[in-house]
C-alpha cells in the first residue's frame, strides 16, 4: 500500500502560482511513477502532469505546457507541481496519484492504483 497526502491548495488570483505536495508513505517511493489529475465540479477527471520513478521524464496535458511544472524528490518522498500563471478555468480538486514503475507515463487513470484525497485549489477572476 502507499498513502499518499496531498497539500498546498488554495485561493488565489488569475495570474498567480501555487505549489502542490505529495507526501508518500508505505512503499519503496522510487519504485512509483506520479501523476497530477485534477477534477471540476461536473466534469471527469482530467491528466494534468506525470513524471517517471526517477525524474528523468515527464509529460504534460496541452493546457498546462509552460504554466506547471512537476517534479520530485525521491529523499523526501515528495512530488511537486508548481503552478504559475493561474487561470479561473484551473479550478479544481488536484489529485496526485501513483503508478509502478514498469508502465510507460500515461494520461489515463487506469495504470494509476494509489490516490490521494484531494486539494482544492480556486482561482478568481
Known amino acids: 500500500q502507499v498513502q499518499l497526502v496531498e497539500s498546498g491548495g488554495g485561493l488565489v488570483q488569475a495570474g498567480g502560482s501555487l505549489r502542490l505536495s505529495c507526501a508518500a508513505s508505505?512503499?519503496?517511493?522510487?519504485?512509483?511513477?506520479m501523476g497530477w489529475f485534477r477534477q471540476a465540479p461536473g466534469q471527469e477527471r482530467e491528466f494534468v502532469a506525470a513524471?517517471?520513478?526517477?525524474?528523468?521524464?515527464?509529460k504534460y496535458a496541452d493546457f498546462v505546457k509552460g504554466r506547471f511544472t512537476i517534479s520530485r524528490d525521491n529523499a523526501k518522498n515528495t512530488v511537486y507541481l508548481q503552478m504559475n500563471s493561474l487561470k479561473p478555468e484551473d479550478t479544481a480538486v488536484y489529485y496526485c496519484?501513483?503508478?509502478?514503475?514498469?508502465?510507460?507515463?500515461?494520461?489515463?487513470?487506469?495504470?494509476?492504483?494509489?490516490w490521494g484525497q484531494g486539494t482544492q485549489v480556486t482561482v478568481s477572476s
Open positions: 496519484a501513483a503508478a509502478s514503475y514498469k508502465y510507460i507515463l500515461s494520461p489515463s487513470p487506469s495504470p494509476y492504483n494509489y
Open positions: 513524471i517517471t520513478w526517477s525524474g528523468g521524464i515527464t
Open positions: 508505505g512503499r519503496t517511493f522510487s519504485d512509483y511513477n
